[in-house]
């Protein structure tokens, strides 16, 4: 009977950590879905994610204002965002190459400034749990759907970040399969010669989903710094970036694939969490390797690969083909 | 204004546009060099020349997709400035690109409203085009179903998605960019039927060909372009094709290939029941069984994409075969390396030139011993004989015409008539058994044409086999002693080159059996 309970407890408590650490993944993700969506495979969420992540962490230092911290979050996230664009668009380097110097000076300019101003680990309060409780008259009636069995603790106990993660979700299928906006995405990542000659400029198209990319990838970065951890650590990412653009494959390229792939990896580092406070005896190298063995495994698989948008990685040049 | 003024679509028409003294240089090329081209409601103007004549260039400016240095253009007798494609189609012009400027992934409503204005922003208006779509639809006879899915759409279907599309836009004036580059001979006369009606109906329509054939049976005028200077303006029916073909060189050129009857020996090439599946477990090749003789080519018909390709690279040893064999000279060679199958006598001209055939760096002379550098007398042990290349290039470049300024060019500098000549030149120059020639003149000059013909005839009458793959009937008919024809990766007849029709063929190429056709 009481190991019964534990099980549950333990069970509920991996599902609850499985919900809540999607967040970063999530954010990173849906936003590298519609970079690639058009074309541009950005590697450089990485490193966009941990200028986030600073930047982030050090205005709720210093002000202890969450919003504006993930404001400023979201416009450090939208500056290298912008820079990719510059290098991958206008100047029409190699994607991966130029992702991957992004990604590393992410982590260089984050760490340098990390060691300038707060030099050693500090902690901010992050943001609160909503509580979902009914009121009247603006009386709190203390009736709170965190407080229902099982699924209050799973579902209703998250910061508003993490339900704004979600929200996105439906959001982004819309725009992609409703909206003008969305339907030159598609059509500029299929065939950005056939939306040329329509008088639909690749650049701009490109220019915006990558610097929305970045927004969402500085979000993805606060998100872990102010909301989840509460803390800024040197690299604190630790390759979320990279298994975010692999998400984008194991995805399908569509926002219901991202989120089904982002709840199956945050859920099995969940299970590797757990797995260390319970002491079980498995090395935590074992473990800690699961996320990236699972991404290896994700994008082995063939099956996805026909979804791919077939201008992925090619910089557009008028008059060619 | 009055209804005869207007166009099914319900558009006013483009009564004349003029393009006056239009001047366009690229680095080390003039490429439209004062050209005057004009089109009126309701003509068909037909824009001849070979490539790198300056027919694209030339409908590119009016296209907006290129700025002029030099050159006025005028709309109904008056000036516009056209800077880019948005101008062009506000002005009413409208383009239907060679190669289909449609997204596979997305259906035709998402096709056309690509790039539009909706009435409801930022949300779609897919019911709305849709609806407009049939009604163009009916208007001009084009049956296209707005919901379809493109990349499932037949070539011919997919031109008129296109047609749609550049109506929908309000064109009153229509390029027409190469459109029957890709379709069967029923697409062709079917698509025709299209043009002659639109401009029946007020629509001008440009036609850009180098097939004389076509332009004799479509247009009503002909403007040739060479070297960048527009020849001439003619009425089409007080020209012969003969006329055109030269004024399209500069000089005389025989539309006649001289085929005397085959002198054929032993079975050189033979493929029994060949199947092949691609990497996405498609397949691609479907029993496949044919025989070459020496001295006799076998020509491959069939539209683009049927298995042509799969068949030439299954030979090659590029491609692997899943069931049957291969044959050459009776020893069976199935599933051996490509360098083997060229030691075994096997020459290819693979029909993507500058992907397949040459390393485009690479000079002239490099190019020569691709496959050979490393035989005797190209090189002795690791070292290569630069002294017997430098001298056997130069003879090659002589004796098959090849124009380039050196042994040592650079391969992307030379025109795709003189890199085919090239490629032809190593691949007999190796004294091959069988040859394989893939599209061997597509995007080559008529006088380039016209020297590859002849030398792939004069090694017939030597005894070479040659497998002969195009997708151009013409030069299939004008060459061959046998037709195959291909569909859908499977043979659907082969049939003696005697008093055959292009009408047959085409409905073979069309997926009809020979029994059937």
């Known amino acids: 009977m009481n190991e019964n309970l534990t099980l549950l407890a333990i069970v509920l408590g991996i599902l609850h950590s499985g919900i809540r650490l999607a967040t970063p993944y999530l954010y990173a993700s849906l936003g590298e879905m519609f970079a690639q969506r058009s074309g541009?495979?950005?590697?450089?969420?990485?490193?966009?994610?941990?200028?986030?992540?600073?930047?982030?962490?050090?205005?709720?230092?210093?002000?202890?204002?969450?919003?504006?911290?993930?404001?400023?979050?979201?416009l450090v996230g939208a500056l290298m965002g912008l820079l990719m664009a510059l290098v991958s668009v206008t100047f029409k380097a190699e994607q991966g190459i130029s992702g991957i110097g992004l990604s590393l000076?992410?982590?260089?300019?984050?760490?340098?400034?990390?060691?300038?101003?707060?030099?050693?680990?500090?902690?901010?309060?992050?943001?609160?749990?909503?509580?979902?409780?009914?009121?009247?008259?603006?009386?709190?009636?203390?009736?709170?759907?965190?407080?229902?069995?099982?699924?209050?603790?799973?579902?209703?106990?998250?910061?508003?970040?993490?339900?704004?993660?979600?929200?996105?979700?439906?959001?982004?299928?819309?725009?992609?399969?409703?909206?003008?906006?969305?339907?030159?995405?598609?059509?500029?990542?299929?065939?950005?010669?056939?939306?040329?000659?329509?008088?639909?400029?690749?650049?701009?198209?490109?220019?915006?989903?990558?610097t929305l990319g970045g927004i969402f990838a500085g979000?993805?970065?606060?998100?872990?710094?102010?909301?989840?951890?509460?803390?800024?650590?040197?690299?604190?990412?630790?390759?979320?970036?990279?298994?975010?653009?692999?998400?984008?494959?194991?995805?399908?390229?569509?926002?219901?694939?991202?989120?089904?792939?982002?709840?199956?990896?945050?859920t099995v580092s969940a299970i590797q969490l757990w797995g260390q406070v319970l002491n079980l005896p498995i090395p935590s190298d074992v473990s800690v390797m699961l996320p990236y063995l699972l991404t290896i495994i994700a994008l082995a698989l063939p099956i996805r690969r026909a979804a791919q948008p077939a201008a992925l990685t090619k910089p557009f040049t008028r008059g060619e083909g | 204004m009055s209804e005869k003024n207007l166009l099914p679509s319900g558009l006013p028409r483009i009564e004349s546009l003029e393009m006056r003294g239009i001047v366009k240089r690229f680095p080390g090329v003039l490429a439209n060099d004062h050209v005057d081209f004009d089109v009126k409601a309701g003509e068909i103007h037909a824009l001849l020349g070979e490539n790198g004549a300056g027919k694209s260039t030339l409908m590119k400016i009016l296209y907006g997709l290129y700025a002029p240095e030099e050159g006025e253009i005028y709309l109904n007798g008056e000036k516009i400035n056209i800077n880019s494609p948005t101008d062009s189609i506000n002005h009413g012009i409208g383009m239907i690109h060679q190669h289909f400027m449609l997204v596979d992934t997305?259906?035709?409503?998402?096709?056309?409203?690509?790039?539009?204005?909706?009435?409801?922003e930022p949300r779609l208006d897919l019911d709305i085009v849709s609806e407009r779509i049939t009604e163009l639809s009916e208007a001009y006879g084009l049956h296209v179903d707005p919901q379809a899915n493109v990349g499932r759409l037949a070539v011919g279907e997919r031109q008129r998605v296109e047609i749609i599309k550049a109506l929908y836009r309000g064109a009153a004036l229509l390029v027409l960019d190469e459109p029957t580059a890709v379709l069967t001979p029923q697409e062709v006369d079917d698509v025709f039927v299209i043009f002659r009606q639109m401009a029946r109906d007020g629509h001008g329509l440009i036609f850009i060909s180098h097939k004389l054939d076509e332009i004799t049976a479509l247009t009503d005028r002909v403007t040739v372009l060479r070297d960048g200077k527009a020849i001439g303006t003619r009425p089409t029916s007080e020209v012969t094709k003969k006329d055109l073909a030269n004024m399209m060189v500069g000089r005389e050129v025989l539309l006649e290939r001289n085929r005397p009857p085959a002198e054929t020996g032993e079975v050189r090439l033979k493929l029994d029941n060949v199947s092949a599946f691609n990497d996405r477990e498609q397949q691609i090749l479907k029993n496949v069984s044919l025989e070459v003789r020496s001295g006799e080519i076998v020509g491959v018909a069939g539209v683009s994409g049927n298995g042509q390709r799969p068949l030439a690279e299954a030979i090659a040893g590029l491609q692997p075969t899943s069931e049957g064999s291969i044959f050459l000279e009776q020893r069976d060679v199935t599933g051996l390396?490509?360098?083997?199958?060229?030691?075994?006598?096997?020459?290819?001209?693979?029909?993507?030139?500058?992907?397949?055939?040459?390393?485009?760096?690479?000079?002239?002379?490099?190019?020569?011993?691709l496959q050979d550098h490393v035989r005797a007398p190209y090189s002795r042990g690791i070292f290569l004989n630069f002294k017997y290349i430098d001298q056997h290039s130069q003879e090659l470049i002589k004796s098959f015409n090849v124009k380039t300024p050196s042994r040592e060019t650079p391969v992307k500098n030379l025109s795709g008539g003189n890199i085919q000549k090239l490629i032809l030149a190593r691949e007999l120059d190796r004294r091959p058994r069988v040859l394989i020639a893939a599209q061997p003149t597509r995007g080559v000059d008529i006088g380039a044409t016209e020297y590859i013909h002849n030398q792939l005839l004069l090694q017939r009458a030597e005894g070479l086999a040659t497998l002969l793959i195009s997708e151009d009937l013409d030069e299939v008919m004008a060459l061959s002693d046998r037709i195959v024809v291909m569909f859908g990766g499977e043979i659907m007849g082969i049939v003696e080159n005697k008093g055959i029709s292009a009408e047959d063929l085409g409905l073979m190429m069309a997926g009809e059996r020979l029994d059937n056709a």
């Open chain 2, 106 to 120: 997305l259906n035709v409503a998402q096709n056309v409203a690509l790039g539009l204005k909706s009435t409801r």
């Open chain 1, 105 to 210: 000076f992410g982590l260089g300019v984050s760490s340098l400034l990390f060691k300038m101003t707060l030099g050693t680990v500090e902690g901010v309060d992050g943001f609160s749990e909503l509580k979902f409780c009914l009121s009247s008259v603006g009386v709190n009636s203390g009736v709170c759907l965190s407080d229902l069995p099982v699924v209050g603790d799973i579902v209703f106990s998250h910061s508003l970040v993490t339900y704004l993660g979600y929200a996105l979700v439906p959001v982004a299928a819309w725009i992609l399969a409703r909206t003008t906006w969305g339907l030159k995405i598609k059509a500029v990542g299929q065939n950005p010669e056939a939306a040329d000659s329509l008088g639909v400029s690749v650049s701009a198209v490109r220019y915006a989903t990558v």
């Open chain 1, 219 to 266: 979000i993805a970065g606060a998100s872990l710094s102010i909301s989840l951890l509460g803390i800024f650590q040197e690299n604190m990412t630790n390759g979320i970036g990279f298994i975010a653009v692999a998400l984008v494959y194991f995805g399908g390229w569509s926002p219901w694939g991202v989120l089904a792939g982002s709840l199956l990896f945050s």
């Open chain 2, 337 to 369: 390396a490509t360098i083997e199958m060229l030691r075994a006598g096997l020459s290819y001209i693979p029909e993507e030139r500058m992907h397949d055939g040459v390393i485009k760096d690479f000079s002239v002379a490099w190019n020569f011993i």
């Open chain 1, 40 to 74: 541009v495979l950005n590697l450089g969420v990485e490193g966009i994610m941990l200028m986030g992540s600073f930047f982030g962490f050090y205005t709720v230092f210093e002000t202890q204002n969450m919003w504006l911290g993930l404001a400023v979050a979201g």
